[in-house]
């Protein structure tokens, strides 16, 4: 059974840090990332890394406050968010696909349940 669980998410004040975490089983993914989902702004593209980690994507909101990684061993993936502002607050969900295109084209083969990050002001 293929399964995607987040972890790390919580309350946090505007500036601070947060490292999210997710991990895979029953498969690996070429490509993984994160979306987010908040009342306001619906669902929007976080972040999404290859298989090697050496190619990375973010979205323009990050504006070098977020970085992805992953660890192929453990199967693992993980977003560190620094400098986090109130309108971070959000479901952020991570996911996989089959590869960078199809990432794109959000062909996702899985999904997490998502972690709750609230920012307070």
């Known amino acids: 059974q293929v399964q995607l669980v987040e972890s790390g998410g919580g309350l946090v004040q505007a500036g601070e840090s947060l490292r999210l975490s997710c991990a895979a089983s029953g498969r690996t993914f070429n490509t993984m990332g994160w979306f987010r989902q908040s009342p306001g702004a619906g669902t929007e593209f976080v972040a999404m890394i290859s298989w090697s980690g050496s190619n990375t994507n973010y979205a323009n909101f990050v504006e070098g406050r977020f970085v992805i990684s992953r660890d192929n061993v453990k199967n693992t993936m993980s977003l560190q968010m620094n400098e986090l502002k109130p309108e971070d607050t959000a479901v952020y969900y991570c996911?996989?696909?089959?590869?960078?295109?199809?990432?794109?084209?959000?062909?996702?083969?899985?999904w997490g349940q998502g972690t709750q990050v609230t920012v307070s002001s």
């Open positions: 996911n996989g696909a089959a590869g960078w295109s199809q990432y794109q084209r959000r062909e996702f083969e899985s």
